[in-house]
């Protein structure tokens, strides 16, 4: 017995958990003080990386499973289980190898957030006030605003591959008991 869990399509895992936390993100966006700012970026960029991440195990999902029906399992391309990405950069040029809805406007979004943040991770603790200052006013304000593009891009794009790609039964397979 297997104790790998099934990949589930385009759902989140501890979903509640995620909403939580992006709605804590956008309350502390709204107070004033560093730490609030700095906390509030600190999950927007976590939400940055955990999406983007997301995209790409399902489009790799998506693409093995395509393959694999197409052929009918004689030939398909299978990148599920590639070498584990170790950054956000690494996650975000490996989401430029496939073709999906508004990807450039995707990637363009992941790839800002990403500099935004080495930036700021970078040169946190060596940046003299006035560098500090400009971090709070550009970077962390971006990361914020953009984060919130690419939630809102992502949404867009899954409930349009739910349509496409896992039609739900009609109400007549509903009412003969047929599953698809």
């Known amino acids: 017995m297997s104790t790998e869990k099934k990949f589930v399509p385009l759902s989140h895992e501890y979903l509640e958990l995620k909403n939580g936390l992006i709605n804590y993100a956008r309350e502390l966006k709204k107070k004033t003080g560093f730490e609030n700012q700095l906390a509030s970026t600190f999950i927007y960029v976590s939400f940055?990386?955990?999406?983007?991440?997301?995209?790409?195990?399902?489009?790799?999902?998506?693409?093995?499973?395509?393959s694999y029906n197409q052929f009918a399992g004689i030939l398909f391309i299978d990148e599920r289980n590639c070498e584990k990405i170790k950054t956000f950069g690494q996650t975000i040029g490996n989401l430029g190898k496939f073709n999906f809805p508004d990807k450039q406007g995707i990637i363009h979004l992941l790839s800002d957030i990403n500099q935004a943040r080495n930036r700021v991770y970078h040169n946190f603790v060596s940046s003299d006030s006035?560098?500090?200052?400009?971090?709070?006013?550009?970077d962390i304000v971006s990361m914020q605003e953009k984060t919130e593009e690419v939630l809102a891009k992502i949404n867009v794009i899954y409930i349009g591959l739910q349509k496409l790609l896992m039609p739900q039964p009609t109400q007549e397979q509903d009412n003969n008991g047929d599953t698809p």
Do not use: P, Q
């Open 48 to 66: 940055a990386e955990y999406i983007a991440s997301n995209l790409l195990e399902n489009l790799r999902h998506f693409v093995h499973t395509g």
């Open 130 to 138: 006035k560098k500090m200052e400009e971090i709070m006013t550009n």
